[in-house]
Nanobody
Framework: QVQLVESGGGSVQPGGSLRLSCTFSGSIFVSYVMGWYRQAPGKQRELVATITNRGLTNYADSVKGRFTISRDNAKSTVYLQMNSLKPEDTADYYC???????????WGQGTQVTVSS
């Protein structure tokens, strides 16, 4: 059973940076597309970024040029480097793992990011 554990959330001022980490266990990491999603209060969960096992990435338009997703296959960990943070980036951020060829999503418990002055 896949388990995902996020860390790295917190509070930061606008313009600041945070790096989120998500550690994967319970299956073969390189068989999964990894992603980060976020959910702000009163809003639906939305895609932030995804990365394949070969490093192909996809980003939401709202974070392009500011956020970078990466993965370390040796450590079974995916990262989200968030720079130039804005108040509208405030949300709970969730790690996602989806095995290739399936539509089954695995989720972490979420980590809170607050951007405020």
């Amino acid at each position: 059973q896949v388990q995902l554990v996020e860390s790295g959330g917190g509070s930061v001022q606008p313009g600041g940076s945070l790096r989120l980490s998500c550690t994967f266990s319970g299956s073969i990491f390189v068989s999964y597309v990894m992603g980060w999603y976020r959910q702000a209060p009163g809003k639906q969960r939305e895609l932030v970024a995804t990365i394949t096992n070969r490093g192909l990435t996809n980003y939401a338009d709202s974070v392009k040029g500011r956020f970078t997703i990466s993965r370390d296959n040796a450590k079974s960990t995916v990262y989200l480097q968030m720079n130039s943070l804005k108040p509208e980036d405030t949300a709970d951020y969730y790690c996602n793992a989806r095995r290739f060829g399936t539509t089954t999503d695995n989720w972490g418990q979420g980590t809170q990011v607050t951007v405020s002055s």
